[in-house]
């Protein structure tokens, strides 16, 4: 079935350790952070079920990356899969000066081949709470993945106070292979991914091993006493506030996130102060970060993982069951979270008032010979084999590399119906970018509509690299150019790399075109992205300083890459 994208797993919560530290850093000048990182598939029972995922040095998720504001963050990964390449994505870590640092293959590099080393160079330049992961195929899902904390200059403070300060990666998780998932996309008759299996909280979830036909299995394969599976447990002191800086890295689940009998403050969003507001429960959806501070006399909740107040024995199940969470399908209270953030009052950037070009995204589904595709004003996007900043930079022969017609940057709103099956199912396929004047002030408009299901519409977080972009609006049913920009917040909008459009609604954007270099912006869903659901930006490409030969080395540039 090509239709029910959202898990509807109600994530319940929290998580963690017995060690209490805050995350700080002590010198005052900028520090080069070096990190050694090997990868390798490896067995794991991340939910007590067997299977092969990536590893990080042995891990996943991968090792948190510490620094603070203004650091330089250096890693150097060996790909050691033997038979698979790899690449990965800084996920909100703008790459000012270092687009070639961006980890996006077919964008920004070639694919790290098997037994290779490439080496990731960048400033974090703001602080904030993000995310790394694969962006090759969908790697994303055999865990390869991890967190970015990036702490405030010495000497500044951020406009709320907590003692204690942990992380929580949320992310759903499939027992079938990367490999399986995405022949079954590409394959006639279509094969959907369907529901995770599980859902995990820092790497850890419970699969019941009872619903799977035990004969049929390897001894062992599921094993739910399995100590990788056992829940994570954060140990927290009564009276303390702590500050969870949650992320979701879902592969397809929008998420809701609650702790039982607490309130939790939301106070940042992807790197940004919002104006602080409370709520008892987060959604969130892939590729979002949000910065939420709890404090609360003693409870004990279930679920997933466990809140343990200290000094309670931290193995010891708690009492009582999971309450039932919201409906996984409300929408209008998704829509009334994301109406809610707004920029912190003493931390606004106020948007350009106008904008130079507005470009109209109309997300639907199609076929392309037959094979089910994502598409954009009936546009489905595929990657090339050179990387688009490679062959725009080192001027090679670009009719060979990529169209060189730009999509299509609206359709027909006269008359167009977002509330049914499109009447043409069949899509075209382009590797064709827009390409945009350096320094000018873009908007886009996503738009939802139905998908090939009767009525069923679905909820997409859009995720933009290389920039932060204001949310000027959100809106139920059709866009309407003539009457909706009007309703714009041009006072104190949210700035965030990833934003939902929900069911049968529209999200308005604006950025400035000003980092120099080619940018993706997709669905974070991976198999939405796999599927066509994409476009990229270029932007200032004669900017950009020198390319390093190791981001070289395929399609028209294979004689380009030194060792």
Same mark, same amino acid.
């Given at each position: 079935?090509?239709?029910?994208?959202e898990?509807r797993?109600?994530?319940?919560?929290?998580?963690?350790?017995?060690?209490?530290?805050?995350?700080?850093?002590s010198?005052?000048?900028?520090?080069?952070?070096h990190?050694?990182?090997?990868?390798?598939?490896? #067995?794991?029972?991340?939910?007590?079920?067997?299977?092969?995922?990536?590893?990080?040095?042995?891990g996943? !998720?991968?090792?948190k990356i510490?620094?603070?504001?203004?650091?330089?963050?250096?890693?150097?990964?060996?790909?050691?899969?033997?038979?698979?390449?790899?690449?990965?994505h800084?996920?909100?870590?703008?790459q000012?000066?270092t687009p070639?640092?961006?980890?996006? +293959?077919?964008?920004?590099?070639?694919?790290i081949?098997?037994?290779?080393? @490439?080496?990731?160079k960048f400033?974090v330049?703001r602080a904030?709470?993000?995310l790394?992961?694969?962006?090759?195929?969908i790697?994303?899902?055999a865990?390869?993945?991890?967190?970015?904390?990036?702490?405030?200059?010495?000497?500044?403070?951020?406009?709320?106070a907590?003692?204690y300060?942990?992380?929580?990666?949320?992310?759903?998780?499939?027992?079938? %292979?990367?490999?399986?998932q995405?022949?079954g996309?590409s394959?006639i008759?279509?094969?959907?991914?369907?529901e995770?299996?599980?859902?995990?909280?820092?790497?850890r979830?419970r699969?019941?091993?009872s619903?799977l036909?035990?004969?049929s299995?390897?001894v062992?394969?599921?094993? $739910?006493?399995?100590?990788?599976?056992?829940?994570?447990?954060?140990?927290v002191?009564?009276?303390?506030?702590?500050?969870?800086r949650?992320?979701?890295?879902?592969?397809?689940?929008?998420l809701?996130?609650?702790?039982?009998?607490h309130?939790?403050?939301?106070?940042?969003?992807?790197?940004?102060?919002v104006?602080p507001f409370?709520?008892q429960?987060?959604?969130?959806?892939?590729?979002?970060?949000?910065?939420?501070l709890?404090?609360?006399?003693p409870?004990t909740?279930?679920?997933?993982?466990?809140?343990?107040?200290?000094?309670?024995?931290?193995?010891?199940?708690?009492?009582?069951?999971?309450?039932?969470?919201?409906?996984?399908?409300?929408?209008?209270?998704?829509?009334?979270?994301?109406? %809610?953030?707004?920029?912190?009052?003493?931390?606004?950037?106020?948007?350009?008032?106008?904008?130079d070009?507005?470009?109209?995204?109309?997300?639907?589904?199609?076929?392309i010979?037959?094979?089910?595709?994502w598409?954009?004003?009936n546009?489905s @996007?595929?990657?090339?084999?050179?990387p688009?900043?490679?062959?725009?930079?080192?001027?090679?022969?670009?009719?060979?590399?990529?169209?060189q017609?730009?999509?299509p940057e609206?359709?027909?709103?006269?008359n167009?119906?977002?509330?049914?099956? $499109?009447?043409?199912?069949n899509?075209t %396929?382009?590797?064709?970018?827009?390409?945009?004047?350096?320094n000018?002030?873009?908007?886009?408009?996503?738009?939802?509509?139905?998908?090939?299901?009767?009525?069923?519409?679905?909820?997409? !977080?859009w995720?933009?690299?290389?920039?932060?972009?204001w949310v000027?609006?959100?809106?139920?049913?059709?866009?309407?150019?003539?009457?909706?920009v009007g309703?714009?917040?041009?006072?104190n909008?949210?700035?965030?790399?990833?934003?939902?459009?929900?069911? #049968?609604?529209?999200?308005?954007?604006?950025?400035?075109?000003?980092?120099?270099?080619?940018w993706? @912006?997709?669905?974070?869903?991976? %198999?939405?992205?796999?599927?066509g659901?994409?476009v990229?930006? +270029?932007?200032?490409?004669e900017?950009?300083?020198?390319?390093?030969s190791?981001?070289?080395g395929?399609?028209e540039?294979k004689?380009f890459?030194?060792?």
């Open positions: 079935m090509v239709g029910i994208l898990c797993t109600l994530v319940k919560l929290l998580v963690l350790c017995h060690l209490i530290f805050l995350v700080t850093v010198k005052v000048e900028a520090r080069i952070r990190y050694r990182w090997e990868l390798k598939y490896e #067995y794991k029972s991340p939910d007590c079920f067997k299977k092969l995922v990536i590893t990080i040095n042995g996943t !998720p991968g090792p510490l620094a603070q504001q203004g650091d330089t963050v250096v890693v150097e990964l060996k790909n050691s899969l033997l038979t698979e390449n790899v690449a990965i800084w996920h909100g870590i703008r000012i000066g070639w640092s961006d980890g996006t +293959e077919g964008v920004t590099q070639c694919p081949l098997p037994g290779d080393t @490439f080496i990731y400033v330049d904030g709470s993000y790394y992961h694969a962006h090759y195929g790697q994303r899902e865990g390869l993945y991890g967190s970015i904390i990036v702490s405030v200059p010495n000497g500044v403070s951020e406009p709320f907590y003692d300060d942990r992380s929580i990666i949320l992310n759903d998780w499939y027992h079938k %292979s990367t490999y399986e995405a022949t996309l394959s008759p279509f094969v959907w991914v369907g995770p299996q599980s859902l995990l909280i820092n790497g979830g699969f019941n091993c619903l036909e035990i004969p299995l390897e062992g394969v599921c094993n $739910a006493k399995n100590p990788d599976c056992s829940p994570y447990i954060l140990t002191i009564p009276g303390k506030t702590y500050r969870l949650i992320g979701s890295l879902t592969s397809l689940s929008a809701s996130f609650q702790i039982e009998g309130n939790m403050t939301v106070v940042e969003a992807d790197g940004h102060y104006e409370e709520t429960n987060l959604y969130i959806y892939s590729g979002e970060t949000y910065s939420v709890v404090s609360r006399k409870a909740p279930t679920a997933l993982a466990i809140l343990n107040y200290y000094s309670n024995y931290p193995k010891k199940s708690p009492p009582t069951l999971p309450t039932a969470g919201p409906l996984w399908n409300e929408t209008a209270q998704r829509l009334a979270q994301s109406l %809610s953030l707004k920029a912190h009052k003493n931390f606004t950037h106020t948007p350009p008032l106008t904008s070009k507005v470009i109209v995204l109309l997300n639907t589904q199609n076929k010979d037959g094979v089910y595709r598409s954009l004003n546009v @996007f595929s990657l090339p084999h050179t688009y900043l490679v062959a725009l930079k080192e001027n090679v022969n670009l009719n060979r590399v990529f169209d017609n730009p999509p609206n359709y027909d709103f006269e167009y119906d977002i509330y049914s099956v $499109a009447k043409n199912l899509a %396929s382009s590797n064709g970018i827009y390409r945009l004047w350096f000018s002030t873009v908007d886009v408009i996503l738009q939802n509509a139905n998908t090939m299901t009767v009525n069923n519409s679905e909820t997409h !977080p995720h933009l690299h290389g920039h932060d972009f000027l609006g959100y809106g139920t049913g059709k866009f309407d150019i003539k009457k909706d309703k714009y917040n041009l006072v909008p949210i700035m965030k790399n990833t934003v939902p459009v929900h069911p #049968y609604g529209w999200t308005a954007l604006r950025f400035r075109a000003d980092n120099p270099g080619v993706a @912006f997709h669905c974070h869903i991976e %198999s939405h992205f796999y599927m659901m994409g990229v930006f +270029e932007e200032g490409v900017n950009v300083g020198k390319l390093p190791s981001v070289m395929c399609g540039t004689g890459h030194t060792p």
